[in-house]
């Protein structure tokens, strides 16, 4: 059945495309049908309103039917963009109707992959790829709430930029993508330090650096920084070792530690040096945001399949201007705000909530570091970030009572360190106090 079906189509866009109005055949169809019009014109209306609106129609009338959009609708919703490109019988405002009522219906069920489709059918409509975003946002906060260790967070993370850079291969002018996609691959390259996986996570702070821009992940680049060069000292410790001792062997964690040092960054490096990285700043630095604006959607979901009365509508009048006018349409039009409204509010708070988690994040894994390097001073610093930092959802309260008393304990030692140094108290000093008496009051009575 769609063999035959295929082949009637190819054929009306092949027709359509050979031939400009000019031959005998289109005026004299406009004329068997009462048509006051000349042949170009006639052929003009019939490609649009009686192919394309086919094919649209075809497209929501089979959604409607239960089939995957990404399936045989698809066939359709792509004869309706080929109609558009190669003989643009719309303008600006009726293409971008006439696209979001299938976007809104396809969506639906196709969600990422359909509005990736969309964007590469509709490179004009820049608000598929604005929409697309949303929904990785929403997936990635769902998500990273859920995971409880580093390898399931490390999944959701490259599942996410999987995700965000097919919506970047169809819309590389989308800034969305960019700051996703560092932000993911920065979270990553901490997780991996914490890990001990030194080489992986300099990579990644790599990455991150071509799709955020350097200066926004160069505070961490420097810590690995330190902590490359502390591993180097050790390593070049064992070798003078090593030489001092004839016969003397490395260890397989010698061998493990000596290898890392040498090797470290040279993932990064190759990284920074490819072509890919390079033409990725590039678009990078050429973004932009994605405009916003609610998608357009068809009355009852189906757009007609044929205008019968010809000549009471005005070439080039808006396709959907008389619902949208009409009382009905003014019932959608609360329908279509409530959702926008409902869409909104879902998607900052899934960006909230990433933030807020990657904050959380941040924070402990400097309080780690200070503790076990026993600098006293960041360490209070961090205990301070850590519970100042907003938490999300399902997080657990424990870990607040848990580093209130480090912050304690650690304030003891920074206080007996900073008597026995002696001198007067500095504004630095006090401040640091200052913050412990307001952040642990704070905890112990419960923040919310």
Same mark, same amino acid.
């Given at each position: 059945?769609?063999?035959?079906?295929?082949?009637?189509? @190819?054929?009306?866009?092949?027709?359509?495309?050979?031939?400009?109005?000019?031959?005998? &055949?289109?005026?004299?169809?406009?004329? !068997?049908?009462?048509?006051?019009?000349?042949?170009?014109?006639?052929?003009?209306?019939?490609?649009?309103?009686?192919?394309?609106?086919?094919?649209?129609?075809?497209?929501?009338?089979? #959604? /409607?039917?239960?089939?995957?959009?990404?399936?045989?609708?698809?066939?359709?919703?792509?004869?309706?963009?080929? #109609?558009?490109?190669?003989?643009?019988?719309?303008?600006?405002?009726?293409?971008?109707?006439?696209? +979001?009522?299938?976007?809104?219906?396809?969506?639906?069920?196709?969600?990422?992959?359909?509005?990736?489709?969309?964007?590469?059918?509709?490179?004009?409509?820049?608000?598929?790829?604005? #929409?697309?975003?949303?929904?990785?946002?929403?997936?990635? !906060?769902?998500?990273?709430?859920?995971?409880?260790? !580093?390898?399931?967070?490390?999944?959701?993370?490259?599942?996410?930029?999987?995700?965000?850079?097919?919506?970047?291969? %169809? !819309?590389?002018? &989308?800034? +969305? &993508?960019?700051?996703?996609?560092?932000?993911?691959?920065?979270?990553?390259?901490?997780?991996?330090?914490?890990?001990?996986?030194?080489?992986?996570?300099?990579?990644?702070?790599?990455?991150?650096?071509?799709?955020?821009?350097?200066?926004?992940?160069?505070?961490?680049?420097?810590?690995?920084?330190?902590?490359?060069?502390?591993?180097?000292?050790?390593?070049?410790?064992?070798?003078? /070792?090593?030489?001092?001792?004839?016969?003397?062997? #490395?260890?397989?964690?010698?061998?493990?530690?000596?290898?890392?040092?040498?090797?470290?960054?040279? +993932?990064?490096?190759?990284?920074?040096?490819?072509?890919?990285?390079?033409?990725?700043?590039?678009?990078?630095?050429?973004?932009?945001?994605?405009?916003?604006?609610?998608?357009?959607?068809?009355?009852?979901?189906?757009?007609?399949?044929?205008?019968?009365?010809?000549?009471?509508?005005?070439?080039? @009048?808006?396709?959907?201007?008389?619902?949208?006018?009409?009382?009905?349409?003014?019932?959608?039009?609360? /329908?279509?705000?409530?959702?926008?409204?409902?869409?909104?509010?879902?998607? &900052?708070?899934?960006?909230?909530?990433?933030?807020?988690?990657?904050?959380?994040?941040?924070?402990?894994?400097?309080?780690?570091?200070?503790?076990?390097?026993?600098?006293?001073?960041?360490?209070?610093?961090?205990?301070?970030?850590?519970?100042?930092?907003?938490?999300?959802?399902?997080?657990?309260? +424990? /870990?607040?009572?848990?580093? %209130?008393?480090?912050?304690?304990?650690?304030?003891?030692?920074?206080? %007996?360190?900073?008597?026995?140094?002696?001198?007067?108290?500095?504004?630095?000093?006090?401040?640091?106090?200052?913050?412990?008496?307001?952040?642990?009051?704070?905890?112990?009575?419960?923040?919310?």
């Amino acid at each position: 059945m769609w063999d035959k079906a295929d082949y009637y189509r @190819e054929e009306t866009l092949r027709a359509l495309r050979s031939n400009d109005g000019t031959s005998g &055949c289109w005026t004299a169809g406009a004329q !068997a049908l009462g048509f006051a019009v000349d042949g170009p014109e006639f052929r003009r209306r019939f490609a649009r309103e009686v192919a394309m609106d086919s094919y649209a129609g075809l497209f929501l009338g089979q #959604l /409607q039917a239960g089939l995957k959009p990404m399936e045989r609708p698809m066939v359709n919703f792509e004869a309706t963009a080929r #109609l558009q490109k190669e003989l643009r019988l719309l303008d600006d405002d009726e293409e971008r109707e006439l696209a +979001d009522a299938m976007v809104a219906a396809g969506s639906k069920e196709g969600g990422g992959d359909f509005l990736v489709e969309a964007m590469r059918l509709f490179p004009g409509q820049r608000v598929y790829a604005g #929409l697309a975003m949303q929904q990785v946002h929403i997936a990635a !906060a769902r998500e990273l709430q859920a995971a409880v260790n !580093a390898p399931t967070r490390i999944a959701v993370i490259k599942k996410t930029t999987g995700a965000a850079e097919k919506v970047r291969n %169809a !819309a590389p002018w &989308c800034a +969305d &993508c960019y700051q996703l996609i560092g932000m993911m691959e920065h979270e990553r390259a901490i997780i991996l330090a914490n890990q001990k996986e030194l080489r992986a996570s300099f990579e990644a702070i790599a990455r991150a650096a071509s799709y955020f821009g350097p200066g926004t992940v160069a505070a961490t680049r420097d810590q690995l920084d330190q902590i490359h060069a502390a591993l180097r000292q050790r390593a070049a410790h064992i070798n003078a /070792q090593l030489i001092s001792k004839p016969g003397a062997q #490395l260890t397989s964690e010698g061998r493990q530690l000596v290898s890392m040092a040498d090797n470290a960054t040279k +993932d990064a490096e190759r990284w920074e040096q490819s072509s890919e990285a390079k033409e990725i700043a590039a678009l990078r630095d050429a973004s932009e945001a994605s405009p916003e604006r609610d998608l357009i959607q068809a009355r009852d979901g189906v757009t007609p399949l044929v205008r019968t009365d010809a000549t009471a509508k005005a070439p080039g @009048e808006p396709r959907f201007a008389d619902w949208l006018g009409s009382h009905p349409g003014r019932w959608v039009r609360r /329908q279509v705000a409530a959702a926008a409204i409902l869409l909104v509010a879902t998607v &900052c708070f899934s960006g909230w909530q990433i933030w807020a988690a990657h904050s959380v994040s941040s924070a402990r894994q400097r309080v780690d570091k200070a503790v076990a390097a026993g600098m006293n001073a960041e360490a209070l610093d961090a205990l301070g970030d850590f519970l100042a930092a907003p938490k999300p959802l399902h997080f657990d309260r +424990d /870990q607040d009572t848990e580093m %209130a008393q480090l912050y304690r304990t650690t304030l003891a030692r920074w206080a %007996a360190a900073r008597a026995q140094k002696g001198g007067s108290i500095s504004e630095e000093d006090r401040r640091r106090i200052s913050r412990f008496k307001e952040l642990v009051e704070d905890a112990s009575g419960g923040r919310q």
